[in-house]
């Protein structure tokens, strides 16, 4: 993984993190899929990256999964609000990289046969080394 990549998700794990209203309908903010873990929870999964840079800066364009797992009948849109609302933040300064562009590319829903649920965003981070 490189810097952009850890950089991009460092810093929606801080956001996501930081954030009250999401804390108070999830159970937990993991990074990766959680060995256990009751739902409803959120985990910041995979990064991929490709180059996005100029003639005279380095860059990377970082596609970051973050998931939303829940259990029961239909979930509360609140909670994926939070997650689209951390994602409109992510542009700034990060870890030696500077987010000049970051918005939610996908949303996918689907249940699973144990009675869970799963949303998932793919945010698209474009990275300009600082």
């Known amino acids: 993984m490189s810097g952009a990549e850890q950089a991009v998700r460092t810093r929606m794990l801080a956001l996501l993190s930081a954030d009250g209203e999401l804390a108070g309908l999830v159970h937990g903010i993991f990074d990766g899929v ?22 005279d800066r380095a860059g990377r364009e ?18 994926a609000a939070r997650i689209d609302a951390a994602a409109a933040m992510l542009r700034g300064e990060a870890g030696g990289w500077s987010i000049v562009a970051a918005r939610v590319m996908r949303t996918r829903f689907a249940f699973a046969r144990d009675g869970g649920w799963r949303h998932e965003a793919v945010v698209r981070c474009r990275c300009l080394a600082g």
């Open 34 to 55: 959680p060995p256990r873990a009751s739902a409803p929870y959120v985990s910041v999964g995979a990064a991929e990256g490709v180059d996005w840079g100029t003639k």
């Open 62 to 79: 970082v596609r970051l999964t973050v998931a939303l797992a829940g259990a029961g009948g239909v979930p509360d849109d609140r909670a």
